[in-house]
């Protein structure tokens, strides 16, 4: 078996993560192989697909999100967990 040089791993990882060059793919399967993408910032995720994909339009993320093929989950970035199941908790009530 060979092992790959740092070089080859990098380019192997870099082409996995569709950012050598833009292809010509579908927003949920580029998705699907990105395995989601971070999005904090909210033009992220399109400026990521159009970066990535050939010819993506903003209307094909947005039709996604609609039909329920690509989830925007919430994130508890910096907040505890004890204290975002009391906010959840007092909003239920």
Same mark, same amino acid.
């Given at each position: 078996?060979?092992?790959?040089?740092?070089?080859?791993l990098n380019?192997?990882t870099l082409?996995?993560q569709?950012l050598?060059?833009r292809r010509?793919?579908?927003?949920l399967?580029?998705?699907?192989?990105?395995?989601?993408?971070?999005?904090q910032?909210?033009? +992220?995720?399109?400026?990521?697909?159009? +970066?990535r994909?050939?010819?993506?339009?903003?209307? +094909?993320?947005?039709?996604?999100?609609l039909?329920?093929g690509?989830v925007?989950?919430?994130?508890m970035?910096?907040?505890?967990?004890d204290?975002?199941?009391?906010?959840?908790?007092?909003?239920?009530?």
């Open positions: 078996m060979r092992t790959l040089t740092l070089k080859e380019r192997a082409a996995r569709l050598l060059e010509k793919i579908g927003v399967a580029a998705l699907e192989r990105l395995a989601g993408l971070q999005a910032w909210p033009p +992220s995720p399109y400026v990521g697909l159009w +970066s994909v050939t010819g993506f339009r903003r209307e +094909s993320l947005e039709q996604a999100v039909r329920g690509v925007k989950p919430t994130v970035r910096g907040r505890a967990a204290d975002e199941a009391a906010r959840l908790e007092a909003w239920l009530r």
